[in-house]
Nanobody, 123 residues
Framework: QVRPVESGGGLVQAGDSLTLSCTTSGRTLGDYGVGWFRRAPGTERMFLAAVSRTGGRTHYADSVQGRFTISRDNAKNMVYLQMTNLNLEDSAIYYC????????????????WGQGTQVTVSS
C-alpha cells in the first residue's frame, strides 16, 4: 500500500509560481500513476494533471493546461506540480493521488489519497 504525502503549499501572491511535491510512505511511488486534484471552498474536487508511472505520458485539465506542469523523479520517489501565474481562483486544497493502473483523469479510479496541502493566493 502507498500513502501519498503532499508538501509545498502556502500563501503566495497573484502572479507568483509555486511547486507542490508528493512523496509516499510504504511502496515506491514509481509503481503508480499519480494525479493532482484540488478542492476549492464550496466546490467539488477537480482533476488537474496526471502522469504515468514512467513519466512518459501526462494529461492536463483544460483549465490549467499551459500554466501547470506535472513531472516525476522516480529515483527520488517524488512527483511535482509546478504552477505558474497563480490567480485567486487557484486557492484550494491540493491533493496527490495514486493508482496502480497508471495514468487517469478520473477521480474515482484513484485508490490512494494524501491529506492535501493548502494553497492560498492573495491579491
Amino acid at each position: 500500500q502507498v500513502r501519498p504525502v503532499e508538501s509545498g503549499g502556502g500563501l503566495v501572491q497573484a502572479g507568483d509560481s509555486l511547486t507542490l511535491s508528493c512523496t509516499t510512505s510504504g511502496r515506491t511511488l514509481g509503481d503508480y500513476g499519480v494525479g493532482w486534484f484540488r478542492r476549492a471552498p464550496g466546490t467539488e474536487r477537480m482533476f488537474l494533471a496526471a502522469v504515468s508511472r514512467t513519466g512518459g505520458r501526462t494529461h492536463y485539465a483544460d483549465s490549467v493546461q499551459g500554466r501547470f506542469t506535472i513531472s516525476r523523479d522516480n529515483a527520488k520517489n517524488m512527483v511535482y506540480l509546478q504552477m505558474t501565474n497563480l490567480n485567486l481562483e487557484d486557492s484550494a486544497i491540493y491533493y496527490c493521488a495514486a493508482r496502480l493502473d497508471g495514468l487517469s483523469w478520473v477521480e474515482s479510479l484513484y485508490d490512494y489519497w494524501g491529506q492535501g496541502t493548502q494553497v492560498t493566493v492573495s491579491s
